[in-house]
């Protein structure tokens, strides 16, 4: 039982379930401050949340002071871009558009990793699998009520592309030099820093208003995203330096945050309901997700 709940399966599904969960806190934090800004106290928080497990005050010092370029590139790459361009592109396009968007991360993913890594290069059988579980994101979102070709505003479109490729690079970065440090010391460094990027640059991009006198459900949705973003992208960070995982294998797990979303839409939102489409979209993704672990299992 041990050796299953530290299998990189199980973890990266852990991971990804937690990330499913933070779609309603956003929008109440949202509604009390600017994107950049709530996004910057999220992982600052983070940040401050993991850096009592990251090691003695010798050993902060020592890898911070030996990795700094590496910790900063995670932080911009893995924080600070990734999140300024979430939060600006979702705001900018249809729910159900971004969701598509979003859900397609593992394409962006398998790609980028082609170009970037010696071991982790596409075939015929993964392609398909891939592009399997996108179709499904695809049918989940197209299923949704909110979904408007005509309200699409091309930058925001744009926006979430780069997205998923500053996202795939990312990830490219940890994987290459996981070795380095270990993960809770990286995931608390660069959320620190990229968390103070973020507050630093939403001063000269939305100039929000600094208060302290938010109701209490600003406050339990920023903590509530801290603790998740803190456990989440921990456990990446620690997957991605796995001996054997590779960056493309590993982001398909992705595929699970639409659909874990649609049923918590359905749990907790009192207009959302089960349909035929949602639920069809659910089934091709959960058919490429077994494509992907038949492929890996039997190279």
Known sequence: MKKYLLSTSFLAILAC?????????IKIGLKYTSPLYFAGLRFFISGLILLPFAGGYKSIIS?????????????????????????????????????????????????????????????????????????????????????????????????????????STGNIIVSKYANRMPAIQLASFSMLAGGLFLIFGSQFIENPIL???????????????????????????????????????LNTWKFIIPLFGACLSWLILPNESPDTISILGMIVISISLLMVNYINRNK
């Open 17 to 25: 379930l937690l990330w499913a969960t933070p779609f309603t806190a």
């Open 63 to 167: 890898s911070v002071k030996n990795h700094r370029s590496y910790i900063l590139s995670v932080a911009i790459f893995q924080t600070t871009l990734l999140y300024g361009l979430f939060y600006t592109g979702v705001d900018l396009v249809p729910g159900a558009l971004g969701a598509m968007l979003i859900g397609a991360q593992p394409l962006f993913a398998s790609i980028m990793a082609h170009l970037m890594l010696k071991n982790d290069k596409m075939n015929l059988k993964k392609t398909i699998a891939v592009l399997v579980g996108v179709v499904g994101v695809c049918i989940i979102s197209l299923g949704r009520k909110d979904f408007d070709f005509k309200s699409t505003i091309p930058l925001g479109v744009l926006i979430l592309v780069l997205n998923n490729i500053v996202g």
């Open 211 to 249: 208060k302290v006198d938010y109701p209490s459900e600003f406050y339990i949705s920023l903590i509530w995203l801290a603790i998740v973003s803190a456990t989440s992208i921990s456990v990446w960070f620690a997957l991605l330096g796995r001996p054997g995982v590779k960056v493309s294998n």
